[in-house]
């Protein structure tokens, strides 16, 4: 039987047939719809695999969207920490946000299919372009704020915020598509299950008899069912996982709050498990001084629609403790019901939080800070203000505002200009701050103004305050007001003025007095001196002896008084010279033998065999001190002895320690008066000065000599029973190759000898009795005399006549000595030796006769013996001159490059120490120069250029080489201004070549000094 049959006009059973027919007809209804049912099927199944893939690709893009802007907001939030903060750490966190943004937009390309659904390819390329975009300003916007550009940061900001909006935009429309497929997607299925439950039922009804089959149609579209729903789980699962892995921390919780889900890093985040915290109020894992705030973020967002919103709380981990998060709040509802849902996302900002909140408080400590600083400066009585780089006020106290009279808001942020209307008083104070700036150190100055018809004197000082990089930030100034100190300094100087002219009185009282006493002195001593040369019988003898005795006491006295008023004005000088201690001693004391003979005491002198022969030092002060203490010793003995002890005691420095003790059996001291003993004037009482006589100046030169020297002096003594002097001077140790001899006594002291013969000698002198004195004294030794009244006459005679040396007074009528001298020197350009002649022994003649051009210098009254070595020093060419005198025949090598004048002047000659000072010059001064040479030729270092040529000088003023010391003097001068350098250049090479001419002179003079050491 085929299909057709069965529509068959032919008898049939009927209840079979309606059966069959039925059964054929249902068959074949069943078929249709079965076909129908299956193309149906096969299409809605297509489609909603079509619209599932569109939802998860969707779904990915939204994810991928998300993520895209979460790891934007992370790297936004970098920035701003940095901005804030100014860690590194944030621009390391920035460039991993960076990376993982790049990342992401190249993620979203895999998305990036044609059209489909209602996704717009478009929208999304403008989302991808504007990330770029954002992401390149953001690298822009770090860039400006790690170089501290303001204004950049501020632009860079505000174009940030506006793609901010774009992106928000985008983010908006991507949700809304999302919403729209989900909606699709559930029509769909809605429309799905409708057809299926028709068809269901008309198969139900059509073919109840076909249960099986209707049930295996049922079952298999139960089990398509649950494949779709396992696949829309998956989805869901696949979202959940997505979530999850991107690192972000979000809660979904209703609109009561309830925490429908969390991702598992809420775990890291609080410590407490995800699964405890669904159905929990979410409230309760806020702490509770920020639930209020929470609340009121969700209303707003319900109220005033607002899509999200941020917030920054603390949350309650599980042990208990706050942690401060940021959230942000996204509102979720759902189409077809009420209900709505609340998005929160949460990162951890603890350790950032914390560190903003301890900058704000230490920004608060520091406001405070800043105001007791400021409180204190303006309690402080001088003015005090701060200036930027430009000068301008930023800071001033009240003080300022007194003295300029203007009030802080018309000082602050201007310049002086506006403060200092007096152009010079500006410019001071601009010149001031310039060179703060320059030289980056403290400047100081004084300044005046008159006010109000009074003089105002301010002492102003400058000074730079840096920054962390060593730059200069601002300037401080402290003006302080000594106007009274100013005015006390000015009297104490019209005081001190007043003062100097009265000493200056005394020392020309003091100077004349020398003069006028010394002149008659001289001429009663002189004569003496050519009496006793004459046959004399012994009573005339007798009685020129004790003129001559009287004389010198008067000469002594004339000379302590003389002696003390050098040593209080500074003007005394020490020689350094080699000595034979027991020599000098002895020959001391020789003279006193007589006096304590006369008195019939012992006087006994005693050396230590550890007393070496030869000291360095000035003999002829010791010989004054030992003379001033064995003489008063014998003064006040009568009976007994004086006992001088002399032995050694190791001193410092290698220095040997000379210590005399002076011993008498004498009258004593009362022991109240031991302590005032060395005090000028002073004597035991007023009997002692009547019976012994005397200054009482003596032991007041005694110390002051003593103590020049470096040493120390002390005294015992008891009343009635004598008195014990101690003193001990440092000295160095000598040797005897140091002594230089010059002319024997015995050369001079007989009277017939001509010690003097053939020399020719012009005397400048207008007082008769002196003429007459020098003319016997060196007429007796063979000398040819010719004796003028002034320095004019001197000249002339030089002009007309041959002379070996010059006798010059210095204070002549017409010409005095020093213009005569000057005038040979200067005019006459005559090399020929003077020596003064003067009675004036207070004001430092000598170094005035030296710089006249002089060659030495004679002290009237004068000892013959002392003025016939310097007239044989100065012109006779035999072996008797001194060292100096045939050095300098060895100096004339080149008399223009090297001058060894100075050194072997005070070099007491001593051929050791000129061969040392020699030899160190030649060792030290070219690294010298080349240092000098080194700070000429490099940045511009004035003050280091100053010092070394200072130092240099120093050597160059001992060892005289030509010009050098004036021009390392030069080269001082110029540095101290900062002026040409180029100058100093030149100056310098003239330098070079001078030393380079005199290192082989001076090499050859060395070794003539070596010679001369060995020879001795």
Wanted: with cysteine.
């Amino acid at each position: 039987m085929n299909f057709f049959s069965l529509f068959s006009r032919k008898p049939v059973n009927s209840v079979a047939l309606q059966l069959k027919r039925s059964f054929i007809l249902i068959n074949i209804a069943i078929g249709v719809f079965f076909i129908i049912y299956l193309f149906q099927a096969y299409f809605l199944y297509k489609q909603s695999r079509v619209a599932e893939q569109d939802v998860i690709r969707t779904n990915d893009l939204v994810v991928c969207v998300k993520t895209t802007d979460a790891d934007d907001e992370k790297a936004e939030s970098a920035i701003s920490n940095y901005i804030v903060t100014h860690n590194p750490r944030h621009i390391s966190e920035f460039n991993t946000d960076a990376a993982n943004i790049e990342k992401d937009i190249t993620d979203l390309n895999y998305y990036a299919l044609p059209k489909q659904g209602d996704i717009d390819p478009l929208g999304f390329y403008r989302f991808k372009t504007t990330m770029q975009k954002k992401l390149a300003l953001q690298k822009e916007l770090l860039a400006s704020a790690m170089n501290n550009d303001v204004a950049k940061v501020a632009a860079f900001s505000d174009s940030v915020f506006a793609l901010d909006k774009d992106v928000d935009g985008y983010i908006s429309l991507t949700e809304h598509m999302v919403k729209g497929l989900s909606d699709t997607r559930n029509e769909a299925n809605l429309h799905y299950s409708k057809t299926r439950v028709v068809f269901s039922l008309i198969s139900y009804v059509l073919i109840s008899i076909f249960l099986v089959f209707t049930f295996y149609n049922i079952n298999e579209s139960i089990k398509k069912r649950a494949i779709a729903e396992e696949r829309a789980r998956l989805n869901e699962a696949k979202y959940k996982i997505l979530v999850e892995d991107s690192g972000l921390t979000m809660l979904v919780v209703n609109e009561k709050g309830i925490i429908h889900f969390a991702s598992k890093n809420i775990e890291d985040l609080l410590g407490i498990n995800p699964v405890l915290l669904i159905g929990r109020h979410i409230i309760k894992c806020v702490s509770q001084e920020y639930r209020r705030e929470a609340l009121n973020v969700i209303h707003t967002i319900k109220s005033l629609g607002t899509l999200n919103n941020n917030i920054e709380l603390q949350a309650i981990t599980d042990s208990g403790t706050k942690k401060w998060v940021s959230c942000r709040v996204f509102s979720v509802s759902h189409d077809g019901n009420n209900e709505q849902e609340w998005q929160v996302v949460v990162w951890d900002i603890d350790e950032e939080k914390k560190l903003q909140l301890e900058l704000e408080a230490l920004e608060a400590e520091r406001a405070n800070q800043q105001k007791l600083i400021q409180d204190i400066i303006d309690n402080i009585p001088s003015v005090v203000y701060l200036k930027d780089t430009d000068t301008r006020y930023v800071m001033i106290n009240k003080k300022m505002e007194e003295v300029t009279g203007m009030h802080a808001d018309m000082i602050l942020g201007v310049t002086d200009r506006e403060v200092m209307p007096d152009e010079k008083e500006y410019s001071q104070s601009l010149e001031a701050d310039n060179k703060v700036l320059r030289e980056r150190s403290i400047t100081s100055f004084e300044f005046e103004r008159e006010k109000d018809g009074k003089m105002q004197y301010f002492w102003i000082t400058k000074f730079p305050l840096f920054n962390d990089h060593d730059e200069v930030k601002n300037i401080c100034g402290l003006v302080t007001d000594i106007t009274e100190r100013k005015e006390g300094e000015i009297k104490l100087l019209e005081a001190k003025k007043e003062a100097e002219h009265a000493k200056a009185g005394q020392e020309a009282f003091l100077a004349n007095m020398s003069h006028e006493i010394r002149t008659p002195m001289n001429g009663i001593i002189g004569m003496g001196n050519l009496l006793l040369s004459t046959a004399l019988n012994g009573e005339q003898k007798e009685y020129t002896e004790n003129i001559q005795e009287s004389a010198l006491n008067l000469l002594a006295i004339i000379n302590d008084i003389l002696d003390f008023s050098k040593i209080r004005s500074g003007k005394f000088q020490l020689e350094r010279t080699a000595f034979k201690i027991r020599h000098v001693i002895s020959k001391a004391i020789y003279p006193l033998t007589i006096k304590a003979h006369d008195k019939l005491i012992a006087l006994n002198l005693d050396f230590d065999e550890n007393v070496p022969e030869v000291l360095i030092g000035d003999p002829l002060r010791l010989q004054q001190i030992i003379i001033n203490l064995a003489g008063n010793a014998i003064k006040f003995t009568s009976v007994g002895s004086v006992d001088i002890k002399v032995s050694s005691l190791p001193a410092e420095n290698a220095n040997i320690g000379l210590h005399v003790d002076v011993k008498d059996s004498g009258i004593g001291i009362a022991e109240n008066k031991l302590e005032y003993i060395f005090e000028s004037f002073t004597q035991d009482n007023e009997l002692t000065s009547r019976k012994y006589g005397g200054t009482g100046l003596g032991l007041t030169i005694v110390k002051q000599l003593v103590e020049l020297q470096e040493g120390k002096i002390s005294v015992k003594s008891r009343q009635g029973v004598g008195s014990l002097f101690s003193f001990t001077i440092p000295y160095k140790q000598g040797s005897k190759a140091q002594i230089i001899e010059t002319i024997g006594n015995n050369e001079y002291e007989n009277k017939n000898q001509d010690v003097l013969k053939d020399i020719r000698i012009l005397v400048a002198e207008d007082n008769i009795i002196n003429q007459k004195v020098v003319k016997s004294t060196l007429l007796r030794q063979g000398a040819k005399i010719v004796v003028v009244e002034n320095g004019k006459d001197a000249i002339e005679e030089l002009k007309t006549n041959p002379y070996d040396i010059v006798l010059m007074d210095l204070q002549m009528p017409d010409v005095d000595g020093y213009k005569a001298t000057r005038y040979i020197r200067q005019v006459m350009k005559n090399e020929i030796p003077i020596f003064a002649m003067t009675a004036d022994a207070l004001k430092g003649e000598a170094e005035k006769c030296y710089e006249a051009g002089m060659n030495g210098f004679i002290s009237k009254p004068f000892d013959p013996k002392d003025l016939y070595r310097q007239i044989l020093n100065a012109t006779k060419t035999s072996d008797k001159k001194t060292i100096l005198s045939d050095i300098k025949s060895n100096i004339d090598m080149e008399k223009k490059i090297v001058d060894l004048s100075f050194l072997y002047d005070i070099s007491d000659e001593d051929p050791q120490y000129i061969s040392d000072v020699i030899e160190i010059f030649l060792n030290t001064m070219p690294d010298g120069l080349e240092k000098l040479k080194d700070l000429i030729d490099g940045a511009d270092n004035w003050e280091a250029t100053y010092k070394q040529a200072h130092f240099l000088k120093s050597s160059a003023s001992v060892v005289r080489v030509k010009d050098m010391f004036e021009n390392l003097g030069k080269i001082e001068v110029i540095a101290k201004g900062q002026g040409d350098k180029n100058e100093v250049k030149s100056i310098f090479s003239e330098i070079t070549t001078a030393l380079n001419s005199a290192m082989p002179l001076l090499q050859e003079e060395k070794n003539k000094q070596s010679s001369r050491i060995k020879s001795s």
